[in-house]
C-alpha cells in the first residue's frame, strides 16, 4: 500500500506561486504513475497533472498548461507541483493520487473518479 499526504497550499494573490508537495510511504511508489487532482466547491474531482513512474512522461489539464509543473523525487518518495501564474479559478483543494494498475491514458481520463491510493488534500486559495 501506498499512503500520501499533501502540504503546500494556502492564500495567495492572483499571479502568486506556490509548490505543493505529496510525501508518499510504501516501497512500491517508484512503480506508481502519480497525478495531482483538484475539486473546487460544488464541482467535480478534475485531473490537473500526471508524471510516469520515472518522470520521463508528463501530462497537464489544458487549463494549467505552462503555468503548472509536476515533478516527482523517487529517492524521496516525493511528488511536487509548482504553480505559477496562478488565478482565482485555480481555487480548489488539490489531491495527490497514485495507481499502479492503470495504463497511463486511463490514468489521466479516468483516475479522478477511480478509487486508489489518495491523500486527504491542500486547501489552495487564490484571491483577486
Not at 493520487?97 to 491523500?119: K, V
Request: proline share 2%; net charge positive.
Amino acid at each position: 500500500q501506498v499512503q500520501l499526504v499533501e502540504s503546500g497550499g494556502g492564500l495567495v494573490q492572483a499571479g502568486g506561486s506556490l509548490r505543493l508537495s505529496c510525501a508518499a510511504s510504501g516501497r512500491t511508489f517508484s512503480k506508481h504513475y502519480m497525478g495531482w487532482f483538484r475539486q473546487a466547491p460544488g464541482k467535480e474531482r478534475e485531473f490537473v497533472a500526471a508524471i510516469s513512474w520515472n518522470g520521463a512522461s508528463t501530462a497537464y489539464d489544458e487549463s494549467v498548461k505552462g503555468r503548472f509543473t509536476i515533478s516527482r523525487d523517487n529517492a524521496k518518495s516525493m511528488v511536487y507541483l509548482q504553480m505559477n501564474s496562478l488565478k482565482p479559478e485555480d481555487t480548489a483543494v488539490y489531491y495527490c493520487a497514485g495507481d499502479a494498475t492503470l495504463g497511463w491514458s486511463s490514468f489521466i481520463s479516468t483516475m479522478a473518479h477511480r478509487p486508489g491510493y489518495w491523500g486527504q488534500g491542500t486547501q489552495v486559495t487564490v484571491s483577486s
